[in-house]
């Protein structure tokens, strides 16, 4: 059975960061892109970053970009992201995902996998 299990969320202060990481367990997805979507109360769930198979080769929202950074390590099939200089509008519920093996996007339809998610909440 797969499972994806986050972990490394919490209340924080503005500008300060935060490491989330997400476990996965009952295969390997070393082969699959992996990525981590938000929602805030009341807002459609977002990507925020994604990693393909290629540890190079990752994409984020505009913005998170230049302060996110997503990494994976396939030997322990986890998925990591660094987030930087947080901001109140970074509060929400994130969400670790494994992609289809053929996602030609990172879109919430390409997702085969979902944790259960974390809660990141910054304070101003």
């Known amino acids: 059975q797969v499972q994806l299990v986050e972990s490394g969320g919490g209340l924080v202060q503005a500008g300060t960061s935060l490491r989330l990481s997400c476990a996965a367990s009952g295969r390997s997805f070393s082969s699959n892109a992996m990525g981590w979507f938000r929602q805030a109360p009341g807002k459609e769930r977002e990507f925020v970053a994604g990693?393909?198979?290629?540890?190079?080769?990752?994409d984020y929202a505009d913005s998170v970009k230049g302060r996110f950074t997503i990494s994976r390590d396939n030997a322990k099939n986890t998925v990591y992201l660094r987030m930087n200089s947080l901001k109140p509008e970074d509060t929400a519920l994130y969400y670790c995902?494994?992609?289809?093996?053929?996602?030609?996007?990172?879109?919430?339809?390409?997702?085969?996998?979902w944790g259960q998610g974390t809660q990141v909440t910054v304070s101003s």
């Open positions: 990693i393909r198979r290629t540890a190079s080769n990752t």
């Open positions: 995902a494994v992609f289809t093996t053929y996602a030609s996007s990172w879109s919430v339809g390409s997702i085969a996998y």
